[in-house]
Nanobody
Framework: QVQLVESGGGLVQAGGSLGLSCAAS????????MGWFRQAPGKEREFVAA????????AYAESVKGRFTISRDNAKNTVYLQMNSLKPEDTAVYYC????????????????????WGQGTQVTVSS
């Protein structure tokens, strides 16, 4: 079992930055691909970013490319999402997820690829 707990959400003004963390327990994340998804009110959960199990590849949704950065520190068993130049449309609950196996990040853009999910953290961007 892998337990994932997100933190770092909050309220930020448009153009600002926010960093999210996903702390894992139960098993090390070194052999898991990791991803961030988000869900806004009235919308489907959507892919945000993913990183391969060794951190050698990353993938981003077009809507966040150039603004968000996913990274991982396997020694700390933690995955991060640095969000810069935030927009009101980034407002959502952000979820961390872990996928078994060694898929490249480009293969981790679908929620069905993931085996474990956190409970989410709210990010609100004001205009």
């Amino acid at each position: 079992q892998v337990q994932l707990v997100e933190s770092g959400g909050g309220l930020v003004q448009a153009g600002g930055s926010l960093g999210l963390s996903c702390a894992a327990s139960g098993r090390a994340l070194s052999t898991y691909g990791m991803g961030w998804f988000r869900q806004a009110p009235g919308k489907e959960r959507e892919f945000v970013a993913a990183i391969s199990w060794i951190g050698g590849s990353t993938a981003y949704a077009e809507s966040v490319k150039g603004r968000f950065t996913i990274s991982r520190d396997n020694a700390k068993n933690t995955v991060y999402l640095q969000m810069n130049s935030l927009k009101p449309e980034d407002t959502a609950v952000y979820y961390c997820a872990a996928a078994r196996g060694g898929s490249a990040a480009s293969r981790l853009t679908y929620s069905s690829k993931y085996d474990y999910w956190g409970q989410g953290t709210q990010v609100t961007v004001s205009s």
